[in-house]
């Protein structure tokens, strides 16, 4: 079988089981900043396993798209040399939310493999394995399925604590945890390697393909584990793994899928498709790096961006060691979505963007490798002895992108080692600063978990009534809330927005007899709607019915800024492209921070393109439409889903100007068009690599925002005695007497400096034949001191010179060496020293070099360094 047809061959057998199918969630997790990616199945219903969602279903099916490649999962350093390793992997899994359990979990995953109507393994290539004390999935797999005791594998606490062990799984230190199930397949006795548990279980020849977790436990901050009330099931197959096992190949590169991106790769680089580690590296990385793009992931210097830089960059690395010439990667993309495009339509969409950031990051990283290569001989110059310390080797592949080998080979050709120890150090600090970021720093116990659904009113408007269901004190259910105490309210019903969607919660407040508690703040988890505040007045009791009532005039102003950003969004589509896709938004009463994935700055005339399309469609007035419907049929309709939303089975469709903007929103909007009266973007900035940031105003904060400006215009123009109708006239005439003022106290410097030279070549001292020179000079910037410099060198002859003064309130030092001494003498080494003596860096050239600090206090004891550097050296 194809890996396609065993994709749906698998999703279509749990569908006959009862199961929905559910697709793929993006590779960024929704809501979730404890994951750099999404690294397997059970991440998108994370929620539904700790009880704060409640979807229409308790049984789904999935075909996830997944990434190890950074943080806690990291799999990219053994990528190409193994046979299963990937960055980019799917994982078919089936679920169950409280719904069966082990019986019917063991039950399907054999029947699947074993089904002559299925897969048709043969049952006696299989092993499989438990948690050491589960008796009760031993017994089904043995009594009930069949499987013979010697192919069973108890496997208990191997990691070194309780319940630590290949067959426990944790959701973190705290939360749902329990035992495992694993099913092997038994190669054969050709391939080397042992069952599951025994000393050669690192072999190929048993291969893990099915995981059942049974979340059967509640673990506790104390480490006890305390039964869930409803039980559920996660699993887990790899799609690549299996592949190999039906294809009867041994490596997951052997399958259909990797043969023609390996194809495809070796036809880009232009080399012999001979299964070289090399180009199994290209051919992964390919699918990581696009299905990353296309999830709105692009390249920078932190985060998802920097993993998918790195990712990239030993794509070309490994292509360049083939032989590539020139950009050879993004040549590939095209053989990708022939392959996954049907099963993944967002890489047919994506397909112009995605080669686009390819091509781009390839040829910026030519540039780094040459930079690199800069920094290299910069090193190599001030080496002391034969080995090139791990540090440097280190910075190197962290900062430019080198591989250890390649900063090997330079080495060579000099007769030069590496300190591979040290770089290996390095980069298991590295490893644990990672882990420690990305690990689950949280207490899932912790969590306010709330039962029940709140119905959210405030479509209708922002007042009504609802029934106390839960009351929460420092995290903790409680019965009641007295007067002065802060806490939290959860009502049946409520007209208060909960915080999403990028749209502030609103606040007000909740009455009754006598009672009253200030909503300061209102958020979300899972269905529930959860009202922050103080009691100001009486006291609240579960159970009891209280009027709400939210911020009318905030809520308007609100929604109209959150109109006003879907209009937006579309016109920056219609205006850049439709690679720009939503990476955040902050929507209050006050403006509006739309931030997108652009790769330059937008230029003026194209930001007033964008105000003059918006306003055209408020001036149009068309009404605002809203519709509920399942989320295949919008996405049908052309809906837009939000960056970091996630969307249950039923989705809102928000519809504005005819058709001009349609996404799927669950925030409160203005009615029609036209409420929103005016649109005015007040700045656009860079806020990371390949991300910008609009922020804008709306309506009345439009018109203030408009009126400020008049009065600025108006205070400019009486500073320079004009007026608004001659302003700029005036302005550049102020501009021209600056420039020519600040030209003359130039040469005024130049001709103070000179003077001073003069006076000072005269203080020189002689050490060992040559001068040295060194003085503090304060309310000199940079310039001027080098200037001087160079004019003392051409004075002095042979000489050090160190300059140093207080300018601007920071330290600000210049060295210098004539061209006769520079092979005993460096002037990057004599600022080193200076600059570290000042609390500060310096460096440059060894005839010329620059630094600062901040302590002028040891200003004088960093120049008299001079002469002992001197001493030193000559």
């Not at 269905?527 to 609240?540: E, I, R, Y």
């Not at 006003?564 to 929507?587: C, E, M, P």
């Not at 925002?705 to 001659?726: F, H, I, P, T």
Request: with cysteine; net charge negative; aromatic share 8%.
């Amino acid at each position: 079988m194809k890996s396609a047809e065993i994709r749906e061959a698998f999703l279509r057998f749990f569908e006959e089981k009862g199961h929905t199918r559910v697709a793929s969630s993006s590779l960024i997790p929704a809501n979730d900043p404890t994951l750099l990616f999404t690294n397997a199945g059970m991440n998108q219903f994370k929620d539904c396993f700790l009880g704060l969602e409640k979807r229409a279903y308790t049984r789904a099916a999935t075909s996830q798209k997944c990434v190890r490649a950074g943080g806690k999962h990291n799999d990219l350093d053994n990528v190409g040399y193994t046979a299963r390793h990937h960055t980019f992997f799917e994982m078919l899994g089936n679920f169950s939310f409280g719904d069966y359990f082990k019986r019917d979990a063991i039950n399907f995953a054999w029947e699947f493999l074993t089904g002559d109507k299925w897969l048709k393994l043969p049952k006696d290539k299989l092993w499989v394995t438990v948690y050491a004390s589960d008796d009760e999935a031993f017994d089904i797999w043995t009594k009930e399925v069949g499987v013979p005791v010697e192919r069973m594998v108890r496997i208990g606490d191997n990691k070194g604590a309780p319940y630590a062990s290949d067959n426990f799984w944790a959701m973190g230190d705290t939360g749902p945890c329990g035992p495992c199930t694993e099913i092997f397949f038994d190669h054969g006795a050709d391939i080397w390697g042992g069952p599951p548990g025994s000393p050669e279980e690192d072999g190929d020849r048993y291969i893990e393909i099915w995981n059942n977790v049974f979340m059967q436990f509640n673990r506790t901050a104390d480490g006890v584990l305390h039964p869930l009330p409803a039980p559920s099931v996660d699993t887990g197959m790899g799609l690549e793994r299996i592949s190999a096992v039906l294809q009867h190949v041994h490596s997951n590169y052997e399958i259909d899928l990797f043969q023609n991106l390996l194809a495809a790769a070796a036809s880009a680089i232009g080399c012999a498709n001979d299964g070289a580690p090399s180009l199994k590296v290209v051919a992964d990385h390919i699918r990581s790096c696009s299905f990353l793009i296309a999830d709105g992931v692009l390249p920078s210097n932190e985060g998802r961006g920097y993993v998918l830089r790195r990712i990239i960059r030993r794509a070309c690395r490994h292509g360049n060691k083939l032989g590539a010439k020139g950009s050879f990667f993004n040549g590939i993309v095209a053989a990708l979505v022939a392959e996954m495009g049907d099963a993944f339509p967002e890489l047919k969409q994506q397909q112009a963007h995605i080669e686009r950031v390819l091509k781009t990051e390839e040829e910026q990283f030519a540039k780094t490798l040459e930079q690199g290569l800069k920094i290299l001989e910069q090193d190599l110059e001030n080496l002391q002895g034969k080995v090139i310390p791990g540090d440097v080797v280190f910075k190197l592949y962290d900062t430019y992108g080198f591989p250890m080998d390649l900063t090997g080979d330079i080495a060579r050709e000099r007769d030069l080692t590496l300190d591979e120890e040290g770089f290996e150090r390095e980069m298991e600090e590295q490893r644990k600063r990672a882990r420690a970021s990305s690990s689950f720093g949280m207490d899932y116990n912790n969590l306010v978990k709330v039962d029940s659904d709140t119905r959210f009113l405030g479509y209708q408007g922002t007042s009504g009534s609802g029934k106390i269901v839960a009351l929460f004190k420092a995290g903790v259910a409680v019965d009641t809330l007295a007067e002065g105490e802060e806490g939290v309210v959860v009502l049946d019903q409520t007209p208060f927005y909960g915080e999403s969607g990028g749209q502030v919660g609103d606040s007000g407040y909740l009455e009754s007899a006598g009672v009253r508690f200030d909503v300061r703040d209102t958020t979300k988890t899972g269905g529930a709607f959860l009202h922050h505040g103080v009691v100001s007045k009486g006291s609240l009791a579960v159970g009891t019915s209280v009027k709400a009532d939210a911020n009318a005039e905030t809520r308007q102003a609100t929604a109209l800024n959150h109109s006003a950003t879907h209009l937006l969004h579309a016109a920056l589509r219609q205006i850049l492209g439709d690679h720009v896709q939503q990476k955040g938004s902050l929507v209050d009463s006050q403006r509006l921070r739309f931030d997108f994935s652009h790769f330059e700055a937008i230029k003026p005339e194209q930001l007033r393109q964008l105000e003059d399309i918006v306003n055209a469609e408020i001036r149009r007035n068309t009404e605002v439409t809203t519709e509920e419907t399942d989320i295949e049929t919008a996405k049908a309709k052309g809906a837009m889903a939000l960056f970091g939303e996630k969307y249950g089975e039923r989705v809102r469709v928000l519809s504005m100007g005819n058709g001009f903007s349609v996404e799927l929103c669950g925030g409160t909007h203005a009615s029609r068009t036209g409420d929103i009266a005016l649109f005015k973007i007040t700045s656009e900035a860079g806020v990371a690599a390949g991300v910008r940031r609009i922020e804008a105003v709306s309506g009345a904060g439009a018109l203030a925002y408009l009126n400020s400006a008049e009065e600025q215009v108006k205070e400019a123009a009486a500073l320079v005695k004009g007026s608004r109708d001659n302003l700029l006239d005036k302005l550049t005439a102020v501009l021209e007497r600056n420039r020519q003022l600040e030209k003359e106290l130039e040469q005024f410097k130049a001709k103070a400096a000179s003077a001073a030279g003069n006076d000072l070549a005269g203080s020189a001292v002689d050490v060992k034949g040559a001068k040295v020179l060194a003085a503090r000079l304060d309310g000199l910037d940079g310039k001027a001191l080098l200037a001087m410099v160079d004019q003392l060198k051409n004075k002095l002859g042979s000489a050090v010179i160190l300059l140093g003064g207080e300018f601007d309130g920071k330290v600000v030092l210049v060295a210098g060496v004539t061209q006769d001494l520079t092979a005993r003498l460096k002037a990057g080494d004599l600022m080193r020293q200076a600059a570290a003596a000042v609390g500060g860096k310096g460096g440059g050239r060894p005839d010329l070099a620059q630094g600062g600090g901040t302590d002028a206090g040891k200003l004088d004891e960093a120049l008299a360094l001079a002469s002992g550097f001197a001493e030193q050296g000559l």
